[in-house]
């Protein structure tokens, strides 16, 4: 498996060499079964609450799967690359977040504007916080059981 | 034809993102705040556009183009490595900007 790399800033971006035909479809199937879900979740929850509901779970939901793939320690990678870069990113989406919250206060509507940004935030930060940590404790859990039974 | 056309553009918007963020060798995220800001301003002109077009390019394109979890991964990261001021200023920065684009692809659209 080709390594990715963390940069200097932490960031997931992918090291120079791994461009291929397997990285290449991770990327591609994570993002269109993540989009897929985006749009069956846009067609199935009622859109009319000012946060957004539909895409505050497909935000949430992303971000807890990306904090998950962390604290397995599988952000680099094709696993990375199919599911951080791929799925997570299909699944999640700062256009339409943005559009939301530009409506919102084009029309007057700066509580519901407000309510928006710090939904999807407090969420996404919580979720990929929670699923990080969850993540590492039971990973530590289960490789202290395997050692201890080894 | 719908359902394609939605796996080709969602496919593209993840490629495109994925070569943006493999161009910036800054450290600085800027080739995710690029390809934030640029979906949040078609997004915004594309409120115009009709069904199946807006599914595919909106939901499809757009959406796929553009990462929420990448930016909340990228400052969780930037944190744990205490650079306070780059994760602060990328955060607000990517809200900021991204919204105004979106406000100007809304007027303009």
Request: contains cysteine; proline residues 2%.
């Amino acid at each position: 498996m080709s390594a990715g790399r963390r940069t200097s800033s932490g960031s997931v971006a992918p090291s120079a060499g791994e461009v291929n035909g397997v990285s290449i479809a991770a990327v591609v199937v994570g993002a269109v079964i993540g989009s897929i879900v985006r749009w069956t979740l846009d067609s199935w929850i009622d859109d009319d609450s000012a946060i957004g509901p539909a895409l505050l779970v497909a935000n949430t939901i992303g971000a807890f799967i990306l904090g998950v793939t962390f604290g397995l320690g599988a952000d680099d990678g094709r696993r990375r690359l199919a599911v951080g870069v791929g799925l997570c990113g299909g699944l999640t989406s700062f256009s339409a977040w943005s559009v939301m919250i530009a409506e919102a206060f084009e029309g007057g509507h700066t509580a519901d504007g407000t309510a928006l940004i710090l939904a999807h935030l407090v969420a996404g930060f919580s979720a990929f916080i929670a699923a990080r940590a969850v993540t590492r404790r039971a990973r530590r859990i289960l490789v202290g059981e395997v050692g201890h039974l080894g | 034809m719908t359902p394609v056309a939605f796996v080709l553009a969602a496919g593209a918007g993840a490629l495109l993102r994925w070569w943006a963020a493999r161009a910036d060798r800054t450290g600085r995220h800027l080739g995710i705040l690029a390809v934030n800001v640029l979906a949040s301003f078609v997004a915004g002109l594309a409120t115009s556009l009709d069904d199946p077009w807006r599914t595919v390019v909106s939901v499809g394109f757009l959406g796929a183009l553009s990462t929420f979890s990448t930016v909340v991964g990228d400052v969780m990261g930037d944190l744990a490595q205490e650079r306070r001021t780059l994760a602060a200023t990328y955060l607000a920065g990517s809200i900021v900007v991204g919204v105004g684009a979106a406000w100007l692809g809304l007027r303009l659209g």
